[in-house]
């Protein structure tokens, strides 16, 4: 069984940062893909950004310039460090990775969600 743990979330002024953390942990043969989502109440999850296992990248518009996803592959990890955060950012952010486990179809793992807080 394949688990993603996130932290780093809490509560910021506008202006500020926070650094999300996301592990992987398990009978882990390989993780291709690993990506940010968030959900702000009454809205969509939506797709913030993610990573390849060569460390390509892309993200959403509305983050682009002060955000940064980064992944660490031998701590199966991936990090998105947040910066110039407005109250617009606030939401639950997920972790999600494609991992291949031995004998098996690669399958999409979601962390549980860590909230991000910014006041205005």
């Known amino acids: 069984q394949v688990q993603a743990v996130e932290s780093g979330g809490g509560l910021v002024q506008a202006g500020g940062s926070l650094r999300l953390s996301c592990a992987a942990s398990?009978?882990?043969?390989?993780?291709?893909?690993m990506a940010w989502y968030r959900q702000a109440p009454g809205k969509q999850r939506e797709l913030v950004a993610a990573i390849a296992s060569v460390g390509s990248t892309n993200y959403a518009d509305s983050v682009k310039g002060r955000f940064t996803i980064s992944r660490d592959n031998a701590k199966n990890t991936v990090y998105l460090q947040m910066n110039s955060l407005k109250p617009e950012d606030t939401a639950v952010y997920y972790c999600?990775?494609?991992?291949?486990?031995?004998?098996?179809?690669?399958?999409?793992?979601w962390g549980q969600g860590t909230q991000v807080t910014v006041s205005s």
């Open positions: 398990g009978n882990i043969k390989r993780i291709d893909a």
């Open positions: 999600t990775a494609l991992v291949w486990t031995p004998g098996n179809a690669a399958q999409n793992y």
